[in-house]
């Protein structure tokens, strides 16, 4: 674990995400700053929350339910470490390499998770999409099964899908702008791509090259 300091507090569980500058042949991901991409991943999360309501309503018998400040803080204190814990999930099984990062300054309060090194971006693809499909999707589709509705669950998967805003935001910039088979890497909240393909090795005779 590892402590921050200056004015903000950020405490780090495993690895702690590098902090040195790029290497050579990395491009960062085009995207808006942090103040409009939060702009911009509210629509987003209304769109994915409007498409589970409908799931709900066509899929099981939940037809509505209260809402109170005391369900929707519990709802929260549920969705939020879940939503991080299910992106932990969808990386690779290199706990060495994951990390989970409270942080908490005068304008945030965030836990974010990571990994430390390179993903290819497909993974990135499913490591996004993971807390909506996992989180919020499959209760819909376990609860459609057994014909069932709880009002509780219908809540926290709802908080869940607002959390995914920035993920949803996020995976369309990827597809967007990074090619297939490129390898992607996450430092903190930045997004860096390869510019070109890593180097195969060609086998010449009994040896192997790279090229």
């Known amino acids: 674990m590892s402590i921050g300091h200056a004015s903000a507090m950020t405490l780090t ?11 050579f042949g990395w491009r960062k991901l085009d995207g808006p700053d942090d103040e409009l991409a939060f702009v911009l991943a509210i629509p987003v999360a209304a769109t994915l929350c409007l ?13 509505s339910f209260v809402v109170d400040q005391a369900r929707l803080l519990a709802a929260l204190a549920i969705a939020v470490p879940v939503h991080e814990l299910l992106r932990v999930a969808a990386f690779p099984r290199k706990p ?10 005068k304008s945030r309060l965030a836990l974010d998770t990571g990994f ?8 990135l693809l ?11 999707v499959l209760p819909v589709a376990l609860c459609a099964a057994l014909r069932i509705a709880p009002d509780f669950a219908v809540l926290v998967t709802l908080t869940n899908a607002l959390l995914c805003g920035a993920d949803a935001l ?42």
């Open 126 to 136: 499913c490591v996004l999409a993971a807390p909506f499909l996992l989180g919020s």
């Open 96 to 105: 060495e390499r994951h990390w989970l990062r409270f942080v908490c300054t």
């Open 170 to 211: 996020a995976l369309m910039l990827v597809l967007a702008q990074v090619p297939g088979r490129r390898l992607v890497r996450v430092d903190a909240d930045v997004i860096r791509w390869q510019t070109s393909l890593p180097a195969t090795p060609a086998r010449v005779g009994g040896a192997r090259f790279a090229r």
């Open 51 to 63: 498409a589970l309501v409908v799931a709900w309503i066509l899929a099981t018998p939940w037809s």
């Open 13 to 23: 569980f495993g690895r702690a995400p590098r902090r040195s500058p790029p290497e």
């Open 116 to 123: 430390d090194g390179e993903l290819p971006r497909a993974r």
